[in-house]
């Protein structure tokens, strides 16, 4: 019985010390990220790359000053003088 307690004395005062020096260690790894994590992330770069596009759109139709400018997206394939016939 004596051994016994002995060895589970020893044993615990084995753990009390590896246990501190394993967390040390343990913290200065970087820890990996999980799936959902990266999955995240990605989602908010995409959002914000499509805010961001969205934002150049908005200044390119609006022009520099902020001004409310008419666009015309089928202005080059219209006929300017109108001489063409309608078909």
Known sequence: MKKLFVALLALSAFTAMVGPVEAQV???RQRQK???QMEDEQKKKAAEKAEKDYEAAMQKTQGKGGDQ???DP???MR???GSQAKR
């Open 79 to 81: 006929e300017v003088d």
């Open 74 to 76: 089928w202005a080059n």
């Open 69 to 71: 400018t008419a666009v």
């Open 34 to 36: 999980t799936m959902l």
């Open 26 to 28: 343990s913290s200065g």
